[in-house]
C-alpha cells in the first residue's frame, strides 16, 4: 500500500488560516488531495493535522483524517514527527505501507502527472528517497566579507564560466518527497539512502508563506492553468 501523507497545521503567523484560505476557488489544502488522489501509483490520501476545521475540509474532498497532538502541532516541530505519528496510525488501521509520498499543502503550484512522473524516476532508478525540485541553469550566489566587500560563494568570479558550461544544481522546492516509513522511522529523516530528485517546471518552485506568496501562486495557477485537474 502507498500512501499520500499531507501536514497541515492550524497555526500559521505569516498567513493566517491558509490551509484552508480559498486560492483558485478552493481550500489551498484541497489541490494538494486532489492532486495526489489522482495519482495512479497512490491508494490513499491522509491529512494530519491538529485543527478540526482542517481535517473537515480535507474529508469533504476525499481524504482521511488523522488528528495530530498538540505536541506535535508547535512552531518548532518538524515535519518528520507529523509523518511519522501519520504512518503509525495508518498503519495501526490499514496494515503495512510500501512508500510514502509525503506533500507540503502549501506548495499546490503542482500536477498529478508530476507526481506519476516522480513515482517512475523513483522506481526506475531504485532510489531509497526521492525530493522534488527545480533545476538552477545560471545561478551565482555572493556572500559579503569581512570588510563588506564582495566574494563569490559557488563560482570563482575571475575565471567566471559561461552559461552552457555550469555544472547542473538543483534547488529543493518542498513540493513533495517519496520515501519508505523505515527510512523516516530508522533515521528520523525523509532523505537517506540512494536519494534522486525529479525536477519540476521552474514555474512550480514556490511555496505560499505570506500573503503576496499568495496572491502570486493564485496568477501562476491560473496562468499555467494547473488548476484543470
Known sequence: MNVAIIPARGGSKGLPGKNIKLFVGKPLIAWSILQAKKCKHIDSVWVTSDSDEI???????????????????????????????????????????????????????????????????????????????????????????????????????????????????????????IFTPEQIKTKNNRLGGKIGTFPMDMHKRFQIDSHEDFVLCEAIMTSYKLDQI
Not at 512508500?99 to 499543502?105: C, E, N, S
Not at 556572500?143 to 575565471?159: L, R
Open 55 to 177: 481535517l473537515d475540509v480535507a474529508c469533504k474532498f476525499g481524504a482521511e483524517a488523522i488528528k495530530r497532538p498538540d505536541e506535535l502541532s508547535s512552531d518548532t516541530a518538524s515535519s518528520e514527527s507529523a509523518w511519522i505519528h501519520a504512518i503509525d496510525a495508518i498503519q495501526n488501521q490499514k496494515g503495512a505501507i510500501q512508500y510514502v509520498l509525503g506533500m507540503q499543502a502549501t506548495s499546490p503550484l503542482r500536477q498529478p502527472q508530476d507526481l506519476d512522473q516522480a513515482f517512475a524516476t523513483f522506481l526506475q532508478n531504485q532510489y531509497n528517497t526521492l525530493f522534488s525540485s527545480v533545476e538552477i541553469e545560471d545561478f551565482f550566489i555572493w556572500q559579503p566579507t569581512a570588510d563588506g566587500s564582495m566574494t563569490g560563494v559557488n563560482h570563482d568570479f575571475e575565471n567566471r564560466k559561461r552559461r552552457q558550461n555550469i555544472e547542473k544544481r538543483y534547488l529543493e522546492n518542498g513540493s513533495f518527497y
